[in-house]
């Protein structure tokens, strides 16, 4: 989903600052900072408070933003909310999910997911709540880093080192949880056995109480699209169905592909489920 910059020059003749500005303000809202000051946003953003103020109170007066509790800090509004689901329901690629979803959820009884890269983060497009009880944070739209979580991993499948070196220039990855590959040699090892496994199942991976199974959905081109999973609390998976889930969401991931006219060169084994990883 990510985008390529406009060339400089065209930049310096057409990009209007006081809109860049405010697309950088929304962009800093995210899951783990649902609420910002204007103090906080001006120190990210590295512009005066006053503009800060400017912003804040162009955007709130069209709804991208709104006062948390009345408050001087703020969150994203309901017109982001608005652009950015009818722009979801709009994909190809949620349409033609979303009944897979639901097939799936009903057959193993289990949350199902969907999602899609958008630079070092995996936002979810589409998802399919199961009937009994699971305590989630995650919903449409929510972002989660790419290298730290099961389905972030599926969505690598395709890149070189070099590439990953690309968007983690960093010498060590941010850290997670004890399984969080620490460098990009280590996350594009781990990534190169996930896709010669064809499917990925870890458990407690990004939270310790969560397993995931992931399997990746692929385009016309071949290319890996997005990451088709389903998440199951860790102390809950049965050793006798394990297998049989694994092979569900990976059917599903392979229709969606279908679906998206992904057709293989010549067949591909499916490996059979050995062990659950814990490292």
Known sequence: ??????????????????????????????????????????????????????????????????????????RLGLAVLRLGFDYLASLELTELGAPLLNKLRDEIEYPCNLVVRDG??????????????????????????????VLGRVLLEDLSLAQLREIYPEP???IYSDSTPRTVDALFEMV??????GYVLHEGFFEASISTI???????T??????????IPASRIDPDQLGLMVERVRESARELSRLLDYRPHRANGHGKVVSLHRE
């Not at 930049?11 to 649902?34: K, M, N, T």
């Not at 071949?222 to 998440?231: C, Q």
């Open 1 to 74: 989903m990510s985008t390529q910059p406009l060339p400089a020059e065209i930049q310096d003749r057409y990009i209007v600052p006081g809109l860049e500005r405010g697309l950088r303000l929304l962009a800093e809202f995210s899951a783990r900072d649902r609420v910002l000051s204007a103090a906080d946003l001006a120190r990210r953003l590295d512009v005066p408070r006053s503009t800060v103020f400017r912003l804040l109170a162009t955007l709130e007066a069209t709804g991208y933003v709104e006062r948390a509790d009345g408050g001087r800090e703020y």
């Open 192 to 197: 190169q056995q996930d896709r010669s496994r």
């Open 120 to 149: 070092r983060s995996v936002v979810y497009v589409a998802k399919s709540a199961a009937s009994r009880p699971f305590a989630s944070n995650v919903n449409v739209g929510t972002r989660l880093p790419v290298h730290a979580t």
């Open 172 to 174: 060590q990855l941010q």
């Open 222 to 231: 071949g290319k890996v699209t997005a990451a088709l999973g389903a998440t």
């Open 214 to 220: 992931a399997a990746p959905v692929r385009d016309r």
